[in-house]
């Protein structure tokens, strides 16, 4: 079959925050580059980020500083972060934000008129610079506008479905066109992936339908090793009522901000979880906190707790938390000047990825590498809020620049191998071929809710193996789904390939689940409720071998004494 | 806390229009009416269980990404924030992909054209001297036009796109940049550190003189930005000062 090629130095895969900040630094350290979407510009999930970007900038608490932000993350992560990348984020994240300020960024301000920071979860001081609860937005238009001005070339509406290879490197990526259906190969020398997450793997989530794990699993595919798959977010504060709106985001910013969470008796039950940090204590325990309130019966009429910032005044409210006002407003009937909010835990975020190499953001597979959500170990267990926007910028600027060296160092340009792209085509339109079978959109909701019901906030052994002889049941359910229609922007047949990703990572997710047999981040294991030392000191990976997922563990890098002692300094 | 009433048993009928480039006709899905649904709701329930290639652009279903723009019952609108409780239910939903721009497939159109325009703006140009340091109230006027999420309802609804069609990119003479990209000019040109002049831009290339202020723009943004009071005809008067002020001719442009 006919398709289009384009011949490129460096792919960036996804225009979210990170795909964006990689496109813009491999531009400008001269290399051609094109950057692929599967919305339209401006509309990846980045946009979505409400709360803001953690930087230690210390404009509102002086005596911030890196080392602060550093120990937070590594505890919010209970310590199980690749401590390099915690290191570099920290300190480059101040840079990165001033230099969004010099492309145009306008954040909220303080009376000095610098950039305002406010509170966040598990942050010791003020941190989060932001602009109402809409940082995403700002960041993304932006990014997105220094972007076109880069001269990076833009393919929008483009799904690659594929990684190409030339032998042991990275040589491309084969993919389809969402509005033609037409297949189209790009040649590079480096690929980035930039591809956010997999939130729609399950029931209940904040993610958009972009979010099926596109990126993990073209790189597991590929070869690349993935890492701390069994860590999946849940933010403690998602819609909850109607049922439409089940999920959506409601930013940890009205914490930030003054709100408090009670239960169905008016208690501040944080009280009871941390009474230290309270309401803005880290969000694996928010959210686990939430989840036992409900289950024992002391829960909102719709299955959530209240969320209350009413006493910070209408005026204020309107301000600080536009979009959540209109959000309440127009799709709940809640006045949240008025009235409090109901939420509940969603499925918000993958800690787990592609292994990288803290300074260059490299897979393990040559020519191959990832930033942002997609890539694993910047947030250990648990990531602290405003800490991803920050992971985009500083990591995709990383990505951006070593895969521009990679690809300048290159001797020749990767060889094309036809055989790798018929095969990737055969099985793009497979699903067309079929004369029977299943809607994609009945699988995907089966898998949903398997996922929701067996590995999600809380999990046993038990569940973790019926979820992956379940997923076994799936996979080959998936394999056989028909989609009618034409190749024309046909959601149906784009859901049948996305199934596939979203397959994959449950199973990574369910496998390393079961392999860590304690508690500890955003995985807690009610047969195993302590936090087991010796698996501090482990990654869980996962990787192809043939046509079997194999899962194992591998020793963390050490720490250096001196960082260790930051650490250890507030923990004493 | 006040919620509406559970709907028991209610069903809408969607009149979804189908079809290629131009070429289709109206089919009928009925769906099952949930409490606070909203259009986009109904539309992925008609995808689940009656047309699996149905197409729709969308995202975040949540107001904030502006991808699932259409007209319901022929008003530019986010599905995603309207809801079906406040639609006259006794009589189909009738959902059309935007006017203004070329069809593709079902509810999608073509909207590269607005992504080109972008390109074309000057960006912006920070002062050489500055400290980086500006108020609140400089950062409202700018942040209120910084809202924009992009759905180009704006565009759509803006009769010199619409019926006019003034989108010619080879021929300044036929060209309206529309609501949308005044809308970030003025993002930039009020911009309290920028060192920029758009003017010319916007009179040469933007056809901004072919806004007539009928504010249809204002009316239907989701993000309620006051789009021709607070940027576009500030922006018309900075070309008024710029290119037609007899003073600034004989003594040049104002530094800005």
Redesign the interface.
């Known amino acids: 079959m006919k398709h289009d090629t384009h011949e490129i130095d460096v792919l960036v895969v996804g225009a979210g925050g990170a795909g964006l900040r990689a496109a813009i630094e491999a531009a400008a350290a001269g290399a051609r580059v094109g950057l692929v979407c599967k919305s339209l510009l401006g509309k990846a999930h980045t946009v979505m980020a409400e709360g803001g970007i953690a930087a230690a900038l210390a404009n509102v608490a002086a005596q911030d500083d890196w080392r602060t932000h550093f120990r937070d993350t590594m505890l919010g992560g209970k310590m199980l972060n690749n401590w390099r990348m915690a290191q570099l984020h920290a300190q480059e994240a101040p840079e990165r934000v001033r230099e969004l300020e010099r492309w145009g960024a306008v954040f909220d301000r303080t009376p000095q008129g610098t950039i305002l920071q406010r509170p966040f979860g598990g942050h010791t001081h003020p941190r989060l610079a932001h602009v109402g609860d809409r940082t995403g937005l700002e960041m993304i238009r932006t990014l997105q506008d220094r972007c076109v001005q880069s001269g990076v070339q833009v393919f929008m509406e483009c799904t690659i479905t594929h990684l190409l290879r030339d032998g042991a490197r990275v040589a491309g990526a084969f993919g389809y066109w969402r509005e033609s259906g037409r297949c189209v190969v790009f040649r590079a020398r480096a690929v980035i992936l930039a591809t956010g997450g997999v939130g729609k793997a399950f029931e209940i989530t904040s993610n958009s339908w972009e979010y099926t794990g596109d990126g993990h699993a073209l790189a597991y595919e590929a070869g690349a090793e993935l890492i701390d798959m069994e860590f999946m977010q849940f933010h403690p504060t998602g819609m909850v009522w109607p049922p439409g709106v089940k999920g959506i985001l409601v930013t940890e910013a009205v914490r930030g901000e003054g709100g408090i969470l009670r239960n169905s008796k008016g208690e501040r039950f944080m009280e009871k979880y941390d009474p230290k940090r309270l309401d803005l204590s880290t969000r694996d325990i928010v959210a686990r906190s939430i989840h036992t309130e409900v289950r024992e019966g002391r829960g909102s009429p719709h299955g959530g707790v209240f969320l209350d910032i009413t006493h910070k005044g209408a005026d204020y409210i309107k301000r600080k938390l536009p979009s959540m006002y209109t959000q309440f407003l127009e799709l709940a009937d809640v006045d949240i000047t008025r009235d409090p909010m109901e939420v509940g835990p969603t499925a918000h975020y993958m800690m787990g990825g592609v292994r990288v190499d803290a300074e260059t953001a490299a897979s393990t597979l040559p020519g191959l590498f990832a930033a942002g959500e997609v890539a694993g170990g910047m947030h250990g267990a648990n990531r602290l809020g405003g800490n991803s926007l920050s992971d985009l910028l500083v990591f995709g600027r990383r990505a951006g620049l070593a895969a521009a060296e990679y690809a300048r160092a290159l001797p020749g340009v990767p060889a094309l191998d036809p055989v790798q792209v018929d095969s990737a085509e055969r099985a793009l339109m497979a699903p067309f071929e079929r004369p029977h079978g299943e809607s994609p959109y009945d699988v995907h909701q089966a898998l949903q809710k398997t996922m929701h019901a067996l590995v999600g906030i809380f999990r046993t052994e038990k569940d973790l193996q019926s979820a992956i002889e379940e997923l076994g049941r799936l996979k080959t359910r998936a394999a056989r789904v028909r989609v009618e229609g034409s190749r024309l922007y046909n959601p149906g047949w784009h859901l049948a390939r996305d199934l596939e990703c979203m397959m994959l990572c449950s199973e990574a997710i369910a496998r390393c689940a079961l392999l860590r047999r304690e508690s500890r981040g955003a995985h807690s294991r009610l047969d195993f409720p302590k936090t087991d030392e010796a698996l501090g000191k482990v990654n869980n990976f996962a990787r192809r071998e043939g046509e079997q997922m194999k899962v194992g563990s591998s020793p963390l890098p050490g720490m250096p004494a001196d960082l260790r002692r930051i650490v250890e300094e507030v923990k004493a | ?4 009433p559970p709907e028991t048993n209610r069903t809408a009928v969607l009149r979804v229009y189908r079809g ?1 480039a131009g070429k289709g006709d109206f089919r009928d899905y009925p769906v099952p009416v ?5 259009v986009l ?1 109904a539309v992925h329930h008609a ?3 009656d047309a ?16 699932c723009s259409a007209e319901v019952n022929g008003r530019p609108r986010l599905m995603c ?1 309207t ?1 079906l409780d406040e639609l006259p239910l006794e009589a189909p939903v009738t959902i059309t992909p935007l006017k203004a721009f070329p069809h ?3 509810l ?1 159109t ?3 054209w607005n ?1 080109e325009i ?2 074309r703006i000057p ?2 140009q ?1 002062r050489p001297d500055t400290d ?5 109230e ?2 409202d006027r ?2 209120e036009f ?2 924009c ?2 759905c180009f309802l704006c565009q759509d609804v803006c009769h010199v796109l619409r019926d006019h069609d003034k989108k010619d990119l080879a021929d300044p003479r036929h060209l309206f940049v529309g609501p949308r990209f005044l809308v970030r000019v003025a993002g ?1 040109e009020m ?1 309290p550190l ?1 060192a920029g002049s758009r003017t010319r831009f916007l009179k040469e290339q933007g056809g901004i003189g072919l806004c007539n202020i009928t504010k249809c723009c204002t009316e239907v943004c989701p993000e309620q930005i006051t789009i021709t009071d607070n940027a576009i005809i500030p922006l018309k008067e900075r070309v008024v000062d710029d290119f037609y002020d007899p003073l600034r001719l004989l003594f040049g442009r104002r530094g800005r």
Do not use: T
């Open positions: 806390m006040s919620h509406p290629e949930a409490p606070g649904m909203v709701d995808q689940a269980h699996p290639d149905l197409a729709v652009r969308w995202n975040c279903k949540a107001g904030k990404c502006g991808s924030k809801r593709l497939k079902d999608v073509d909207v590269s992504y972008n390109r960006p912006f920070p980086w340091k500006y108020s609140q400089e950062a700018v942040q910084r809202k999420i992009e930039l911009h920028d």
